[in-house]
């Protein structure tokens, strides 16, 4: 958490000098950049994939510790612990859901970052602000993906080596 907040009084620092040198062909960067963070898809699709692929495999982890199993991954254990007694079902949502909003945040750092230096490209290189709008989206769709591919693909991985151990155990 304390890399998140370095990043944000970064950003919160070059927010205000950015503000202050505002000029006629940049009315409001603090309003741009904070409506195009929201409104990309790829502030969101890492954190929601992923909390999904989650999700997925916590539920279907569920009939092998009904049936005695023990949980492998150590964010999910009561101990905190690989391969140790899992916790409660209500428990692992709510681990579920704190790790998707960290996997938010790391989007909303990214993505500021990224429109932040698009904002003061843009002037620099005005006859190429297509292009550095281009590179920008290009860099946020690369990231989104890296990100959901890394912190999900284990996960849909599990979900269905689960359900296909479940029904070849017979627990299904």
């Not at 963070?37 to 009904?66: C, G, K």
């Not at 080596?161 to 299904?172: K, S, V, W």
């Amino acid at each position: 958490m304390n890399r998140f907040r370095v990043v944000g009084c970064a950003l919160s620092l070059l927010l205000a000098s950015g503000a202050a040198a505002q000029d006629r062909e940049q009315p409001n960067l603090v309003a741009d950049v904070v409506k195009g963070v929201l409104l990309d898809p790829t502030t969101y699709a890492p954190a929601v994939i992923t909390w999904e692929a989650t999700r997925l495999d916590w539920n279907s982890s569920q009939v092998f510790f009904r049936n005695g199993y023990t949980e492998h991954n150590p964010n999910f254990t009561l101990s905190g612990r690989g391969d140790d007694v899992a916790m409660g079902y209500s428990q692992g949502n709510r681990q579920i859901l704190m790790d998707a909003f960290a996997n938010l945040q790391v989007s909303v750092v990214n993505n500021l970052s990224t429109r932040i230096v698009e904002h003061m490209l843009v002037p620099r290189y005005p006859n190429h602000r297509k292009l550095v709008r281009t590179l920008g989206w290009v860099e946020r769709s690369m990231v989104a993906s890296f990100l959901t591919y890394q912190m999900s693909a284990v996960h849909f991985r599990q979900w269905q080596e689960n359900e296909q151990r479940a029904q070849t155990l017979g627990l299904r």
